[in-house]
């Protein structure tokens, strides 16, 4: 079955939660004993009815105040597909959180309160969420039933979005459904209340959209970041040498002539391992050992890449679209640690190019640092070349993090350009 990846994000309050616990709800993804507890967690509470929010608020503080802190992953099924499901939180100081859910999601709920129509939190996170690469946004205009579903003011909130979303410049494929989590309108089954809405319920979106890969996808040009050489020196392996990773995009074959980087050296490889398995050959994303005709100089962090096809870009000065997660601001000519998907080096922040403005959009020049969850665009120079891709081609060699030496905190999430 086919795995499908989405995020929930929004405001504060706009229904979040409580769309994930009518998705679990009405999809009968829940057992008995877990609705049972949500039960009397809405009693003790006093709530009127079942909080179907509860479901995913697992914190204590989360259901004590009604908010979202932390990401909260859950998992379902559909006869049609499996399901991952990263519930994000609204607030500003959590922003940092929502980009850590949204960083793998083939798609991304965006939810918007009717009553509130398009607010920052919305722009900030459909604006990450089309910079991370996530091909589709599903814009569901909740609590329909407080403006008593009235087709004239999801038509105007459907606007106010599109106009925003081409100022930015989201280049995510977008989809606008109206429904009421509270009362399942339109997110299972479809609604009587909105004869008007001749769409789509939201679990049909999530059964039939394509999933589009660009990390794992066999189509891409291989990409193998090197985790671990396998060097036993035993009198049953004498001379086994294997280079053990993930296989991040394309296919693997035995025979196949590669190139390493950042050195250039190339090879051929002998032979495809997985454990004591031995393979022809490997698709991403198989955790794969490798084995090469020559010996080569290959460690943790090189990536193994096909010798036909585009080559990774190598070098020392990159510039990559971030958001900053730290309290702590970004300072120019500061020392941090770089992290790929299996390599680190130190880097330092050259320039900040530009600063964007969620609330005007435009793109604010002569900016020397960077306060938590700004958006922004900046230059990095490393202490070593570095091999990567566009983050466009590959999420894994083209993402990356920074992190503060000192803390060891992950302080800045990146998109290499």
Known sequence: MELLRFTTAGSVDDGKSTLIGRLLYDSKSIFEDQLEAVKQASVSRGNEEVNLALLTDGLRAEREQGITIDVAYRYFAT????FIIA????????TRNMVTGA???DLALIIVDARNGVVEQTVRHSCIASLLGIPYIAVCINKMDLVEFDMARFEEIKRQYLAMAENMEI????????ISAKNGDNVVQQSSNMPWYEGHTLMHLLETVPIDHKCGDINEPVRLPVQ????????RFPDYRAYAGRLASGVLRVGDQVVVYPSGMSSTVKAIMQAEQSLE????PQSVSVLLSDDIDISRGD?????QGPRPCVEQTISMTCCWLNPEPMQLGKRYILKTATDERIAIVKNIDYRLDINSMQKEAGVTELAMNDIAHVTLRISSPLPF???????TTGSLILIDPASFETICAGMVD
């Open 389 to 395: 891709d566009s983050y466009r081609q590959n999420r």
């Open 171 to 178: 280049r995510s494929q977008l989809f606008f459904i109206p």
């Open 303 to 307: 990536i193994i890449v096909s010798a």
């Open 79 to 82: 006869p049609k597909r499996k």
């Open 228 to 235: 671990y050489v396998i060097r036993p020196i035993s009198d």
């Open 281 to 284: 050959v490997a698709y991403a």
């Open 103 to 105: 960083s793998t999601a």
């Open 87 to 94: 519930d994000t939180p609204g607030h500003v100081q959590y």
